[in-house]
Every structure is written in structure tokens, then in C-alpha cells.
T-cell receptor, first 113, second 108 residues
Framework: DVKVTQSSRYLVKRTGEKVFLECVQD?????MFWYRQDPGLGLRLIYF???????EKGDIPEGYSVSREKKERFSLILESASTNQTSMYLC????????????FGSGTRLTVV | QQPVQSPQAVILREGEDAVINCSSS?????VHWYRQKHGEAPVFLMI?????EQKGHEKISASFNEKKQQSSLYLTASQLSYSGTYFC?????????FGQGTTLQVKP
């Protein structure tokens, strides 16, 4: 069964901390994505990557960075966590072709206090 | 810009039908539909491609109206298992932009 695995289901961090969210996929997908999910706002794209060492900004990249050193792993970094970054973070992956569905991880619920 | 979904929430009895709409202010090339059950990951349902093709998944089908820049999801004879939040996603270069979601609750 194909999978996207996010390292933590729940995280609590303090304001100002550097936070790493990890995502690994086992499907050999080229594309990987980070979304955040907030009530009433749906899923908003933070960053995405087409290939190793490649990244593109999504719609809300401020306060975040990403790293993709290996094809299967895509990390989201909060350089200095703030309370407005409290949210559910979802990682997804897909094949390069445009007409292919995304596979999502189960999400990381991050609380910044 | 995010596509707009309507309605925001629907409550149904088992066996009833529902329609969820997804409208975009920009030209549509393809539309994805996903369902997310509470506490779980969103799950891919189907893709609608430019050309008005209608697709189906179980008793769930969808249409794509290029002219109206709109897609609609049809849930027929709803079952309890259909409960969840439905998201449409519109394809922009290399990425999906999702709507705000429609919460569907099916009651016995």
C-alpha cells in the first residue's frame, strides 16, 4: 500500500523555536507538497518541489522554508515558530504528470505556545 | 486565488442526494475532488478534465463546465460512509489550489 508518512501526529512547540516537520513517501513520486489546513480556509499551499534540491513557493510561504535532499523526503521548516503558525500541516506527493491524484499524509497538528 | 465551494455545509438523511459546487474565477483546465474524514488524510476521488467529461466513483459522480468555470460533485443515494469534508482542487502550473471545503453529514 502506497504511503506518505509524516513523522509526528502532534507537536507542541514554544514561540521562537525552530521546528522541523518531516515527510517521506515510498511511491517514487517526483512532486511533493506542503499544505496547511485551517477551519474555513481549506488547504493552502506553502511550498512544493518538482525534484531533488528544487523548491517553489506556494501561496503562503512567509515564515517557512523547505528542504528536499532526497527524492523521497520533503521537510518543512519553521525558522522561528509563532502562534499564528498553529495549524494542521499536510504533506502530499504525486507523479509529475498533471492528471494524477495526490496522496496525502495523515497530517501533523502543530501547536505553538 | 482559491476556488469557491458551495454550500459550506450539508446535512442529509441516508438515501438522499446532494450536489457540491466548485467555482473558479480563472479558466479551469482540470479539477480534482477529495474527501477527508474526520482525523484522516484527504483521499483522492477523481479528476475532471477540460471537455466536460463526467466521471464516477461508487455512487459519486462529477461534471466539469468549462464555460461556467465550474465543477459539480453529485452524491447519489448517500450512505453514512459519505460523511466528511469534500475539497475541490483546481490545477495551476504544477500545483493544486484547493477550495475551502464542504462538510457533509449523513444521518441515519
Amino acid at each position: 500500500d502506497v504511503k506518505v508518512t509524516q513523522s509526528s501526529r502532534y507537536l507542541v512547540k514554544r514561540t521562537g523555536e525552530k521546528v522541523f516537520l518531516e515527510c517521506v513517501q515510498d511511491m517514487d513520486h517526483e512532486n511533493m507538497f506542503w499544505y496547511r489546513q485551517d477551519p474555513g480556509l481549506g488547504l493552502r499551499l506553502i511550498y512544493f518541489s518538482y525534484d531533488v534540491k528544487m523548491k517553489e513557493k506556494g501561496d503562503i510561504p512567509e515564515g517557512y522554508s523547505v528542504s528536499r535532499e532526497k527524492k523521497e523526503r520533503f521537510s518543512l521548516i519553521l525558522e522561528s515558530a509563532s502562534t499564528n503558525q498553529t495549524s494542521m500541516y499536510l504533506c502530499a506527493s504525486s507523479l509529475q504528470t498533471a492528471n494524477y491524484g495526490y496522496t496525502f499524509g495523515s497530517g501533523t497538528r502543530l501547536t505553538v505556545v | 486565488q482559491q476556488p469557491v465551494q458551495s454550500p459550506q455545509a450539508v446535512i442529509l438523511r441516508e438515501g438522499e442526494d446532494a450536489v457540491i459546487n466548485c467555482s473558479s474565477s480563472k479558466a479551469l483546465y482540470s479539477v480534482h475532488w477529495y474527501r477527508q474524514k474526520h482525523g484522516e488524510a484527504p483521499v483522492f476521488l477523481m479528476i475532471l478534465l477540460k471537455g466536460g467529461e463526467q466521471k464516477g466513483h461508487e455512487k459519486i459522480s462529477a461534471s466539469f463546465n468549462e464555460k461556467k468555470q465550474q465543477s459539480s460533485l453529485y452524491l447519489t443515494a448517500s450512505q453514512l460512509s459519505y460523511s466528511g469534508t469534500y475539497f475541490c482542487g483546481t490545477l495551476r502550473p504544477g500545483k493544486l489550489i484547493f477550495g475551502q471545503g464542504t462538510t457533509l453529514q449523513v444521518k441515519p
